[in-house]
């Protein structure tokens, strides 16, 4: 079991920007796929992007053209760079691994599987 360390969430206004971070805790550790999801207490998880280890990325349609996902190797860290937030951005964002040797970011961000490594979560609130 490999436990994730997400950051990077806070509060801005409508149009601003933030940038979430997720390292393994402790531990080298590289998955061959990671991504980003998020989710509200009434709402079920869902992906928001995702990265392969051959550097491919899948984004959810409501953050394609805002949201970029980029990994860099030498840090073994993931990130998340959100752009034009909106409100209905809202939402606790986690950090997830695959350790599926076959995983494609397609996949992962198509929604979560139980085999996931996840991080404890980080709240990202817009207002308007």
């Known amino acids: 079991q490999v436990r994730l360390v997400d950051s990077g969430g806070g509060s801005v206004q409508a149009g601003g920007s933030l940038r979430l971070t997720c390292t393994p805790d402790?531990?080298?550790?590289?998955?061959?796929?990671m991504g980003w999801f998020r989710q509200n207490p009434s709402d079920e998880r869902e992906g928001v992007a995702s990265?392969?280890?051959?550097?491919?990325?899948s984004y959810a349609e409501s953050v394609k053209g805002r949201f970029t996902i980029s990994k860099d190797n030498a840090k073994n860290t993931l990130y998340l760079q959100m752009n034009n937030l909106s409100p209905k951005d809202s939402a606790i964002y986690y950090c997830?691994?695959?350790?599926?040797?076959?995983?494609?970011?397609?996949?992962?961000?198509?929604?979560?599987?139980?085999?996931?490594?996840w991080g404890q979560g980080t709240q990202v609130t817009v207002s308007s």
């Open positions: 990265v392969d280890s051959n550097g491919f990325t």
């Open positions: 997830a691994a695959d350790p599926d040797l076959r995983c494609s970011s397609s996949t992962m961000v198509a929604g979560p599987l139980p085999r996931y490594y």
């Open positions: 402790g531990v080298t550790y590289t998955a061959h796929c």
